[in-house]
């Protein structure tokens, strides 16, 4: 089975959140069309044996890859701690990527931040861009440690991928992912994927936990992003989210049109704010069980999270 929701490119800054929200520096997104849901990123629903650690990703058809993209990332995995420099050349030979695309790829990623030219080497390093990717991840490192077991223990209770994700600027990112050991279906994302908070059930929990002057900062940028016709959209499912959290501790969503969620703030003093949640192709889970059973167990893990991780900031 292969499930596939639309995903902005552009990520929109480089701080990560906890700060005050007047203190943020957010660099204007383009501005994005849609209505209706919230759309989310390119997901694979993987298939794995039960009682398998190893997943087997079903054959991506060629059509839902996008060759730029994946080629400027392969560019990036290119540099090393043993070869912080390299030439169009070096880079060509270590991607199979032709040179001449190379050369419009290093130029782009340039201008964008993600690559520093040496006019006197004539060859390219990472930038500061890049480091900005990793600084939700770094931030909260001690917390993933406390909630992996954790994590992982309600994934195989409840059969669901369960994710721990992190604000950056107006994006989301994936900290920690667990699998359940027996489920056959589980979604194919990687500690580091991030997306929009506007398209992602966790970026709609972590807004709802938010106090309202900083949500209602965060929201005024987020529009920014959007045509009309999907602000007025956004500001009924952050109203949604705000609601159920207020009312249970978690909220329940969809992402896109075939997977499901159920998830919940996890805000700790002196840290960024994060979100958890439990997610599964919404064709195996209902929202009656993520409301009954799986959305009373965030909660509990998140106030297991939170005493835990108070004993790191207190």
Known sequence: ?????????????????????GKDRIRKPQRLRGG??????????????????????????????????????????????????????????????PKPTVTRLTQTLTEEGFLHHSPGLRKYRLAAAVLALGYVTMDNSDIAAIARPLMQKLADECGMFVSLAGRDSLDISLVENCHSATAVMTLGLNPGARFPIASSPFGLALLSGLPDAERSYLLDHIRLRYEQEYRISLRSHVADAVTQVTQKGYCVSDWGSEIIVAAAPLNIPERPPMAIGCAGPAKFVTREKL????????????????????????
Request: hydrophobic letters at 45%.
């Open 1 to 21: 089975m292969l499930l596939t929701v639309k995903h902005s490119n552009r990520h929109a800054g480089g701080l990560t959140g906890g700060a005050p929200a």
């Open 36 to 97: 209706g849901q919230p759309q989310g990123p390119g997901i694979r629903v993987v298939v794995r044996a039960p009682n398998s650690i190893a997943a087997r990703a079903v054959p991506i058809e060629d059509g839902n890859i996008i060759a730029p993209i994946e080629r400027g990332l392969a560019i990036l995995a290119a540099f090393g701690p043993a070869d912080p420099w390299l030439g169009n050349q070096e880079i060509a030979a270590r991607t199979g990527i």
């Open 291 to 314: 409301r009954e059973q799986i959305g009373p167990k965030l909660t509990e893990l998140v106030a297991t999270l939170q005493a835990h991780a108070s004993l790191l900031t207190g």
